[in-house]
């Protein structure tokens, strides 16, 4: 099978008349590029492709991203705009089942300019906000209902 290129889309801002779309494209074997109405782009691929993540990573990193950006006004009121962090996310799939049956994220950050008590009561405020507005997280700890349609041409 020849490789294929996806024609550009077009970008058209999300609003709240007009919600975010999203779409993976074919682009050869076992290879997508996953995009946006915004203009985002990511590719798609099996394990080993150069520049490409699997379906897998893609929700790890999804995950990790959630966590992140729901505790990041939390930690930046205290640590101020350009405090350092990095959420790393690992979780082996059962391939028996094709499930990831545990996800692990660790975040790190620099604490150290602030005493005990007050590490403690940001550390709080933080997974606070993790667990109330990571929707990612949510989802995953609460399970989902997955529809999939098809529309084929005939």
Same mark, same amino acid.
Not at 24 to 43: F, H, K, P
Not at 74 to 94: E, K, N
Not at 126 to 132: F, G, L, N, P, S
Not at 145 to 154: I, P, R, W
């Given at each position: 099978?020849?490789?294929?290129? %996806?024609?550009?889309?077009?970008? =058209? ?5 007009? !919600? ?14 996953? *995009? ?6 990511? +590719?798609?691929?099996? %394990?080993?492709? !150069?520049?490409? &993540?699997? !379906? ?6 999804? +995950? ?8 990041? &006004? ?8 350009? &405090? ?10 059962? *391939? ?5 049956? /545990? $996800?692990?994220?660790? &975040? /790190? $950050?620099?604490?150290? /300019?602030?005493?005990?008590? %007050?590490?403690?009561?940001?550390? =709080?405020?933080?997974? *606070?906000?993790?667990?109330? =507005? ?13 529809? $999939? ?6």
């Amino acid at each position: 099978m020849s490789e294929q290129t %996806a024609a550009p889309q077009p970008t =058209v801002p999300a609003t709240a008349d007009q !919600p975010v779309e999203l779409w993976a494209e074919r682009t050869g074997t076992r290879a997508y590029i996953g *995009r946006n109405n915004r203009g985002g782009e990511v +590719l798609i691929a099996s %394990a080993g492709v !150069p520049g490409a &993540f699997t !379906p897998g990573e893609l929700l790890k990193i999804a +995950l990790a991203g959630c966590t992140g950006l729901s505790a990041d &006004f939390t930690l930046s009121r205290r640590l101020g705009d350009d &405090f350092d962090s990095t959420v790393r996310v690992s979780g082996d799939a059962d *391939r028996e089942n094709e499930v990831y049956p /545990e $996800l692990t994220e660790q &975040f /790190e $950050l620099d604490l150290s /300019e602030l005493d005990k008590d %007050a590490r403690e009561r940001l550390l =709080v405020a933080a997974q *606070r906000a993790i667990d109330k =507005v990571c929707t990612v997280g949510r989802t995953l700890k609460a399970g989902t209902t997955v529809n $999939l349609t098809f529309t084929v041409d005939e």
